[in-house]
């Protein structure tokens, strides 16, 4: 079975940082690009970061540049979203996301292109 299993995340106040991973198990995501989502209460899940299979092509939401970096980090982490300067508007239930294998060495930003899901790690940012 396949699985993406988020870890990291935690309750901070503002200002402080954190680093999410996503482990991975029952194959490999070498190949496949990357990706981090969050879903607030009431709201639709959002794009936050992404990252190509070879890891030369990063994409950022606009809410994320400068703050937050996305790495790759081996077969069994695929994926760490490094947090900083967290603000209360990044509280949130953060995803992992993978393509399957991904010959254009592409960093999607749209969820319709990833197809694999973690279940999710909460953030919770206090002023």
């Known amino acids: 079975q396949v699985q993406l299993i988020e870890s990291g995340g935690g309750s901070v106040q503002a200002g402080d940082s954190l680093r999410l991973s996503c482990a991975a198990s029952?194959?490999?995501?070498?190949?496949?690009?990357m990706g981090w989502f969050r879903q607030a209460p009431g709201k639709e899940r959002e794009f936050v970061a992404a990252?190509?299979?070879?890891?030369?092509?990063?994409r950022y939401a606009d809410s994320a540049k400068g703050r937050f970096t996305i790495s790759r980090d081996g077969a069994e982490n695929p994926v760490r979203l490094q947090m900083n300067n967290l603000q209360p508007e990044d509280t949130a239930v953060y995803y992992c996301?993978?393509?399957?294998?991904?010959?254009?060495?592409?960093?999607?930003?749209?969820?319709?292109?990833?197809?694999?899901w973690g279940q999710g790690t909460q953030v919770t940012v206090s002023s």
């Open positions: 029952g194959r490999t995501f070498s190949r496949s690009a």
């Open positions: 996301a993978a393509t399957k294998v991904d010959s254009a060495s592409v960093a999607y930003s749209a969820p319709v292109d990833y197809d694999y």
């Open positions: 990252i190509s299979w070879r890891g030369g092509l990063l």
